[in-house]
Protein backbone atom coordinates (compact mmCIF):
# COMPACT_ATOMS: atom_id res chain seq x y z
CA UNK A 1 0.00 0.00 0.00
CA UNK A 2 1.11 3.11 -1.34
CA UNK A 3 -0.53 5.54 0.63
CA UNK A 4 -2.96 5.48 4.05
CA UNK A 5 -6.63 5.63 2.73
CA UNK A 6 -9.13 7.15 4.28
CA UNK A 7 -13.04 6.35 3.54
CA UNK A 8 -14.88 9.38 4.16
CA UNK A 9 -18.42 10.66 3.15
CA UNK A 10 -18.84 14.33 2.95
CA UNK A 11 -21.17 15.20 5.12
CA UNK A 12 -20.83 13.15 7.98
CA UNK A 13 -19.19 15.70 10.76
CA UNK A 14 -17.30 12.71 11.97
CA UNK A 15 -15.99 12.42 8.93
CA UNK A 16 -15.14 16.19 8.84
CA UNK A 17 -13.41 16.56 12.09
CA UNK A 18 -11.19 13.68 10.88
CA UNK A 19 -10.62 15.54 7.41
CA UNK A 20 -9.71 18.72 9.20
CA UNK A 21 -7.57 17.03 11.32
CA UNK A 22 -5.60 15.98 8.15
CA UNK A 23 -5.60 19.16 6.81
CA UNK A 24 -4.14 20.84 9.83
CA UNK A 25 -1.76 18.52 9.91
CA UNK A 26 -0.68 18.69 6.79
CA UNK A 27 -0.89 14.71 5.94
CA UNK A 28 -1.82 13.45 2.64
CA UNK A 29 -3.81 10.69 1.85
CA UNK A 30 -6.08 8.56 -0.66
CA UNK A 31 -9.97 9.64 -0.64
CA UNK A 32 -12.06 6.98 -1.23
CA UNK A 33 -15.69 8.63 -0.75
CA UNK A 34 -18.32 6.19 -0.69
CA UNK A 35 -22.72 5.94 -0.48
CA UNK A 36 -23.77 5.21 2.92
CA UNK A 37 -26.96 3.47 1.40
CA UNK A 38 -24.75 0.85 -0.53
CA UNK A 39 -21.09 0.43 1.20
CA UNK A 40 -18.78 -0.83 -1.21
CA UNK A 41 -17.61 -4.44 -0.34
CA UNK A 42 -14.05 -3.20 0.41
CA UNK A 43 -15.28 -0.87 2.95
CA UNK A 44 -17.46 -3.27 4.92
CA UNK A 45 -14.54 -5.84 4.83
CA UNK A 46 -12.14 -3.50 6.44
CA UNK A 47 -14.14 -1.79 9.07
CA UNK A 48 -15.87 -3.57 12.29
CA UNK A 49 -18.32 -0.84 12.74
CA UNK A 50 -19.37 -0.32 9.17
CA UNK A 51 -19.11 3.43 9.61
CA UNK A 52 -17.08 6.57 8.22
CA UNK A 53 -14.22 7.64 8.63
CA UNK A 54 -12.35 5.19 8.92
CA UNK A 55 -8.41 4.85 8.11
CA UNK A 56 -6.77 2.03 6.36
CA UNK A 57 -2.52 2.53 7.37
CA UNK A 58 0.03 1.77 5.02
CA UNK A 59 0.90 -1.45 7.25
CA UNK A 60 -3.18 -2.45 6.96
CA UNK A 61 -3.28 -1.43 10.40
CA UNK A 62 -7.22 -0.05 10.65
CA UNK A 63 -8.20 3.26 13.09
CA UNK A 64 -12.25 3.00 12.92
CA UNK A 65 -12.76 6.40 15.72
CA UNK A 66 -12.29 9.75 13.97
CA UNK A 67 -10.92 10.92 17.27
CA UNK A 68 -8.52 8.02 17.12
CA UNK A 69 -7.53 9.37 13.31
CA UNK A 70 -7.16 12.93 14.84
CA UNK A 71 -4.70 11.73 17.52
CA UNK A 72 -3.09 9.37 14.59
CA UNK A 73 -2.52 12.60 12.42
CA UNK A 74 -1.20 14.94 15.29
CA UNK A 75 1.29 12.05 15.64
CA UNK A 76 2.08 11.50 12.25
CA UNK A 77 2.88 15.31 11.46
CA UNK A 78 5.95 17.25 10.55
CA UNK A 79 4.61 20.34 12.11
CA UNK A 80 6.63 21.86 14.77
CA UNK A 81 5.21 21.50 18.09
CA UNK A 82 1.56 20.70 16.83
CA UNK A 83 1.08 18.90 20.05
CA UNK A 84 1.46 21.38 22.16
CA UNK A 85 -0.90 23.57 20.27
CA UNK A 86 -3.76 21.52 19.15
CA UNK A 87 -3.53 19.44 22.43
CA UNK A 88 -1.89 20.46 25.58
CA UNK A 89 -0.36 18.38 28.41
CA UNK A 90 -2.96 20.67 30.72
CA UNK A 91 -5.90 20.79 29.04
CA UNK A 92 -5.82 16.89 28.06
CA UNK A 93 -9.05 16.00 30.50
CA UNK A 94 -11.02 18.87 29.75
CA UNK A 95 -10.80 18.39 26.14
CA UNK A 96 -11.79 14.98 26.50
CA UNK A 97 -14.38 15.42 28.46
CA UNK A 98 -15.67 18.19 26.08
CA UNK A 99 -15.49 15.69 23.43
CA UNK A 100 -17.60 12.89 25.19
CA UNK A 101 -20.05 15.76 26.03
CA UNK A 102 -20.97 15.95 22.50
CA UNK A 103 -20.29 12.87 21.16
CA UNK A 104 -22.86 10.84 23.55
CA UNK A 105 -25.13 13.83 25.05
CA UNK A 106 -25.48 16.75 22.13
CA UNK A 107 -25.26 14.41 19.32
CA UNK A 108 -28.17 11.94 20.71
CA UNK A 109 -30.49 15.14 20.66
CA UNK A 110 -29.18 16.52 17.49
CA UNK A 111 -29.87 13.22 15.53
CA UNK A 112 -33.31 12.87 16.90
CA UNK A 113 -33.80 17.02 16.39
CA UNK A 114 -32.32 16.65 12.76
CA UNK A 115 -33.80 13.75 11.87
CA UNK A 116 -37.08 13.28 13.77
CA UNK A 117 -38.82 11.43 11.42
CA UNK A 118 -36.25 7.96 11.85
CA UNK A 119 -36.75 7.79 15.17
CA UNK A 120 -40.35 6.19 16.50
CA UNK A 121 -42.21 8.94 19.20
CA UNK A 122 -39.30 11.52 18.33
CA UNK A 123 -40.04 14.94 19.61
CA UNK A 124 -38.71 17.39 17.39
CA UNK A 125 -38.92 20.51 20.15
CA UNK A 126 -38.05 17.94 23.11
CA UNK A 127 -34.65 17.18 21.28
CA UNK A 128 -33.89 20.98 20.01
CA UNK A 129 -34.68 22.56 23.50
CA UNK A 130 -32.14 19.53 25.10
CA UNK A 131 -29.58 20.65 22.10
CA UNK A 132 -30.04 24.15 22.79
CA UNK A 133 -29.06 23.86 26.44
CA UNK A 134 -25.45 22.56 25.22
CA UNK A 135 -25.81 25.19 22.38
CA UNK A 136 -25.69 27.89 25.25
CA UNK A 137 -23.32 26.26 27.65
CA UNK A 138 -20.38 25.88 24.65
CA UNK A 139 -21.50 29.76 23.95
CA UNK A 140 -20.78 30.81 27.53
CA UNK A 141 -17.39 28.56 27.66
CA UNK A 142 -16.94 31.17 24.47
CA UNK A 143 -17.23 34.22 26.02
CA UNK A 144 -14.56 36.07 26.24
CA UNK A 145 -12.30 33.36 24.59
CA UNK A 146 -11.36 32.78 20.69
CA UNK A 147 -12.06 28.93 21.15
CA UNK A 148 -12.70 26.57 23.53
CA UNK A 149 -9.71 26.78 25.95
CA UNK A 150 -8.24 30.08 24.63
CA UNK A 151 -6.65 31.85 21.62
CA UNK A 152 -5.78 28.80 20.17
CA UNK A 153 -8.19 26.02 18.82
CA UNK A 154 -7.60 22.64 20.26
CA UNK A 155 -8.83 19.06 18.93
CA UNK A 156 -12.02 19.91 21.15
CA UNK A 157 -12.65 22.59 18.76
CA UNK A 158 -11.69 20.10 15.49
CA UNK A 159 -13.85 17.95 16.96
CA UNK A 160 -17.22 19.66 18.13
CA UNK A 161 -17.83 22.48 15.30
CA UNK A 162 -19.44 20.02 12.61
CA UNK A 163 -21.85 19.03 14.83
CA UNK A 164 -22.62 22.54 15.33
CA UNK A 165 -22.39 22.78 11.84
CA UNK A 166 -25.29 20.38 11.68
CA UNK A 167 -27.43 21.45 13.91
CA UNK A 168 -27.43 25.30 12.18
CA UNK A 169 -28.26 23.58 9.21
CA UNK A 170 -31.13 21.79 10.90
CA UNK A 171 -32.36 25.01 12.28
CA UNK A 172 -32.60 26.97 9.09
CA UNK A 173 -34.23 24.22 7.12
CA UNK A 174 -36.45 24.10 9.84
CA UNK A 175 -36.68 28.07 9.28
CA UNK A 176 -35.94 28.72 12.79
CA UNK A 177 -33.96 32.10 13.88
CA UNK A 178 -31.91 33.20 16.88
CA UNK A 179 -30.42 29.77 17.24
CA UNK A 180 -27.13 30.83 17.71
CA UNK A 181 -26.00 33.35 20.16
CA UNK A 182 -22.88 35.72 19.24
CA UNK A 183 -19.83 34.09 20.74
CA UNK A 184 -20.54 30.38 19.20
CA UNK A 185 -21.91 31.76 15.76
CA UNK A 186 -18.80 34.13 15.75
CA UNK A 187 -16.32 30.56 16.36
CA UNK A 188 -18.36 28.24 14.28
CA UNK A 189 -17.62 31.04 11.48
CA UNK A 190 -14.69 31.02 12.20
CA UNK A 191 -14.25 27.36 10.66
CA UNK A 192 -16.97 27.66 7.98
CA UNK A 193 -15.08 31.00 6.82
CA UNK A 194 -11.80 29.36 6.92
CA UNK A 195 -8.88 29.45 3.52
CA UNK A 196 -9.21 25.29 3.93
CA UNK A 197 -12.70 25.06 3.97
CA UNK A 198 -13.49 24.72 0.23
CA UNK A 199 -10.43 22.17 0.32
CA UNK A 200 -12.31 20.21 3.31
CA UNK A 201 -15.84 20.03 1.14
CA UNK A 202 -14.33 19.47 -1.56
CA UNK A 203 -17.11 16.94 -3.76
CA UNK A 204 -15.24 13.58 -4.70
CA UNK A 205 -16.58 11.71 -7.01
CA UNK A 206 -18.11 8.16 -5.82
CA UNK A 207 -14.97 5.56 -4.84
CA UNK A 208 -15.55 1.99 -6.55
CA UNK A 209 -12.93 -1.09 -6.96
CA UNK A 210 -12.27 0.03 -10.60
CA UNK A 211 -11.68 3.38 -9.50
CA UNK A 212 -8.47 5.84 -9.87
CA UNK A 213 -7.19 7.05 -6.80
CA UNK A 214 -8.39 10.63 -5.49
CA UNK A 215 -6.12 12.43 -3.18
CA UNK A 216 -7.17 14.43 -0.08
CA UNK A 217 -6.51 17.38 0.36
CA UNK A 218 -7.34 18.03 -3.09
CA UNK A 219 -4.61 19.93 -5.58
Given at each position: ????????????????????????????????????????????????????????????????????????????????????????????????????????????????????????????????????????KWNEL??GNKYF???????????????????????????????????????????????????????????????????????
Open positions: MKNDILYSFRRCPYAIRARWALLICEIKVEIREIDLKNKPLDFLNNSKTKTVPILIKKNSEVIEESLEIILWALSESKKENIKLIYFPENKKEDIFEIIKENDNEFKYHLDRFKYATRYQDSNEEFHFRKAIIFINLAFGDNPTIADWSIWPFVRQFKIACESQKRTNYLKPSIKNWLDSFENNIKFKSLMYKYELWAPNSGANYFPFN
